[in-house]
DNA sequence: CACTAGCGTAAGCCATTGCTTACGGTAAGT
DNA sequence: ACTTACCGTAAGCAATGGCTTACGCTAGTG
């Protein structure tokens, strides 16, 4: 269950805009701060939150971290969420007609 | 952006199993509560946030309020993820096609 | 009209956590 | 070799947040 790390992660609306950023591509650590409303180190700490979530990944470019988004991280998030979302559709569409069609406690 | 309160929600484990709880289908607080290692008062305040971030609904139901799965929050979501999901996808492999194929900075 | 069941809310406490400053360590440039 | 750029980590602090106990309110029941 990664997923929890995953949403605990993503949760933080800071971390978030540095997930967000990573969305248009790879970017070092310099860029992403660069124009957040935080310091370095800060961005520096929600990489590696997001690292070890498995929603990000991580290759040295020279002195620098270049830091882009891990496909497999948010494809197990796609996957809880579809999971879910069918599960409570057919729990709705039950409950529906449980309510509407027939009595729902016999 | 109601995604960001859904994922704040979604983002405690507590939280979570609540919800998680009902995709099984509606049930009252006290149902709720019996069974998890918090307090009845906890529960509330759970679906309450659950609820302001439009993850659940309510219905009075006599003196027990039963609480249920909100399918157009979880479809928020979805898109959101969706949407992120598509574009990390194609600057992922914009990136593979630059590094591999042709010079990334021209 | 009491009395109980079922919830929501308020106050308070304690743990978590996100941010900053400060420091150390590696890579590139001169 | 010295200096600068770039980054990760540690320590410390202030704020957020989840849990509990206590209280008040409404809906049924005798």
């Known amino acids: 269950m990664a997923y929890a790390s995953a949403l605990q992660c ?16 790879p970017q070092s650590v310099g860029a ?5 409303p935080v310091s ?14 498995g929603l990000v990944l991580q290759r040295a470019e020279g002195a620098r971290r270049v830091y882009y988004i891990d496909p497999q991280g948010l494809a197990e998030l796609r996957r809880w969420l579809d999971r ?3 599960d409570a559709l057919t729990a709705f569409k039950n409950e529906v007609d449980a309510t509407h069609g027939t009595r729902s406690k016999p």
Chains 1, 2 share one sequence.
Do not use: I, M, N, Y
């Open 10 to 25: 993503l949760s933080d609306p800071t971390r978030r805009q540095v997930f967000e950023r990573l969305r248009a591509g």
């Open 32 to 36: 992403l701060a660069h124009g957040l």
């Open 40 to 53: 370095r180190p800060a961005v520096s700490q929600h990489l590696k939150a997001l690292k070890d979530a």
């Open 84 to 86: 879910f979302w069918t």
